[in-house]
């Protein structure tokens, strides 16, 4: 095809043209590859469009010019896109998987997911990586002929494993998931589609997820002195943050703290860009893969930090942790947040008739009503929830 044609991949790339393929048969189209096609299901899906309105630090009411979990998923396929390209691997994919890779995030980002956690406990708890796939398998359903998006196998592969492994060879839990064992959604569609848990996945998974770092490394130090939790001088404790302060003040001693902390944001991100090229560039070479299969075989991730920049990362996480996430304001507005999605959550379980009639669920197991419930509740947008809340509670706060 002549768009394939034009397109010059590394050998070690995913290749659009040998996909493994959807889980439903569908014609080719004439005009798009497997994984482009992938990236606009995803933008024309509503799971995808409701990101506008969810949390990612900030509740949508607080201002204008917070980050939502839309317009940082935006800023990470921007930043995967740039390191895909780079790296000669498929930008497709990894715009694809950076746009896909926070559809499972319920209202009030991870306030609202300990809280539905909490109250699937019981049920094998809940995940937001997990409710993304379940997002992108069962729940949008636009097409005739089956449910979900149908994309493809390497979407689902990258959207499932772009941290890593989940399992052993075995199949046993690995990780993060070696205490409570394997989230839900994975385990149902597992039984349908292997998405080979025990392996890594593609590189452009893995830039997808470092760039999902980068995004929130950068982006919430503008969010935080915008709200004005931290200063710069306060930023200037981070050490290499200390060093991109100071040159920028050099050359321009007379900056205002805006341009300042653009300049500082921008640079951040460059930096962490360059030293991701030069870091997996450098374990490419010495892994010498000749096929993607290659990258997802290898004993440890082929894209990452090096190890300086990769300190500087947990650095800033440790700042923001500190100052950002765990502030005062934030701790209470989140601690409102999952109360809110606790009570509809009991609510719903304990009047099904409040549930829309799409979302009830007649008959069959306890669990199986359960997940429906948490399925609907994890597709509200904040400002939905606390509409829903105000309907069905004496009183709602206020989350300010």
């Known amino acids: 095809m002549a768009i394939e044609a034009a397109v010059v991949r590394a050998p070690y790339a995913s290749q659009p043209g040998n996909s493994r ?7 080719t189209s004439p005009t798009r590859n497997a994984f482009r096609r992938d990236c606009d299901r995803i933008i024309h899906a509503t799971a995808f469009r409701r990101l506008a309105h969810k949390t990612q630090v900030f509740v949508f009411h607080e201002g204008d010019h917070f980050r939502t979990r839309l317009t940082h998923t935006l800023e990470v396929a921007q930043i995967a896109r740039s390191l895909a390209r780079a790296l000669g691997l498929d930008e497709d994919l990894a715009e694809a998987l950076a746009l896909a890779h926070d559809l499972g995030h319920p209202p009030f980002g991870h306030a609202g997911e300990r809280a539905l956690d ?3 406990a019981a049920s094998g708890g809940f995940d ?3 409710q993304s796939l379940r997002v992108v398998t069962a729940l949008e359903r636009p097409y005739p002929a089956f449910d979900g998006l149908n994309l493809s196998w390497e979407t689902l592969e990258g959207l499932v494993k772009h941290n890593g492994p989940l399992a052993l060879r075995d199949g046993s839990p690995t990780g993060r998931y070696r205490e409570h064992g394997l989230p ?15 392996s890594f996945a593609s590189a452009e998974a893995q830039v997808a997820a470092i760039a999902d770092d980068i995004a929130y490394d950068a982006h919430d130090i503008d969010d935080g002195l915008r709200a004005a939790f931290f200063t710069l001088d306060d930023l200037a404790g981070v050490p290499f943050v200390h060093d991109v302060l100071r040159d920028i003040r050099a050359q321009y001693p007379n900056l205002d703290s805006g341009r300042l902390a653009h300049e500082l944001i921008r640079r951040l991100i460059t930096h962490m860009i360059e030293d991701v090229i030069a870091e997996t560039s450098h374990r490419l070479q010495a892994l010498a893969p000749r096929s993607a299969d290659d990258v997802r075989h290898a004993e440890a991730p082929v ?3 090096s190890p300086a920049m990769a300190g500087t990362d947990r650095a800033v996480k440790n700042f923001l942790y500190a100052h950002m996430y765990r502030h ?3 701790m209470r507005i989140m601690g409102d947040a999952e109360g809110v999605v606790c009570n509809l959550f009991a609510r719903y379980v304990a009047d099904p008739e409040d549930i829309p009639a799409e979302w009830a669920q007649s008959g069959g197991a306890e669990e199986e009503s359960l997940r429906r419930i948490a399925d609907f509740i994890a597709g509200m947008t904040d400002r939905y929830a606390l509409v829903e809340h105000a309907r069905l509670f004496d009183s709602t706060p206020e989350l300010r």
Do not use: S, Y
């Not at 393929?21 to 014609?27: F, M, S, T």
């Not at 839900?184 to 025990?198: F, P, R």
């Open 303 to 305: 894209v990452a930090f």
């Open 184 to 198: 839900w959604a994975i385990l149902l569609h597992g039984k349908i589609q292997d998405l080979e848990l025990w």
């Open 128 to 130: 937001h990586n997990a």
């Open 21 to 27: 393929g959807r889980l439903h048969p569908e014609p």
């Open 328 to 330: 005062p304001r934030i």
């Open 118 to 120: 909490r109250c699937l």
